[in-house]
């Protein structure tokens, strides 16, 4: 079984459709809604994971850009300035999923992007304002 973390971009008139029974029924891929701000009328976002077989995922990844959903690596809507980060680790306290975390033997903080679900809960706690999400 294959995982993917993408966000998914509904252009208005895509918003209403039904895509995660889509993806469910026509391609058998458990989608998980992580995050979503979806409104009638306007563009949507969503985070989802995907897990399924590779080539279903694919196939349905492409129906989705087909009906003009714009389809991103998740991995790449958070960004952690790394260089300027003390370690304080006030964002580890605010990540429920562990994503952030500060650990032994050097301190440093690190990011599993994989864990992120885009919360946004770390961008207001560092007081450096080091983290920056794009959702």
């Known amino acids: ?3 993917k973390r993408l ?4 252009p208005p008139e895509v918003v209403e459709r039904p895509v995660v029974s889509l993806m469910v029924k026509e391609y058998d891929v458990i989608t998980n809604i992580l995050r979503a701000e979806i409104h009638e009328g306007e ?4 985070l989802v994971e995907l897990e399924g077989e590779g ?3 694919k ?3 492409e ?3 087909v009906m003009g959903v714009q389809v991103e690596e998740a991995i790449t809507d958070i960004e952690l300035d790394e260089e300027l980060c003390i370690s304080c680790g006030a964002c580890t306290a ?3 999923p562990r994503a952030l975390k500060v650990q032994a033997p050097d301190w440093e903080l690190g990011l599993d992007k994989d864990r992120c679900i885009l919360c946004g809960f770390c961008v207001d706690a ?4 080091l983290i920056k999400v794009k959702f």
């Open 43 to 46: 563009i949507g976002r969503m």
């Open 1 to 3: 079984m294959a995982k």
């Open 7 to 10: 966000v998914l971009t509904f």
């Open 126 to 129: 560092c007081p450096l304002q």
């Open 59 to 61: 196939a349905g990844v």
């Open 55 to 57: 080539k279903k995922i």
């Open 63 to 65: 129906h989705l850009k």
């Open 94 to 96: 605010v990540c429920l």
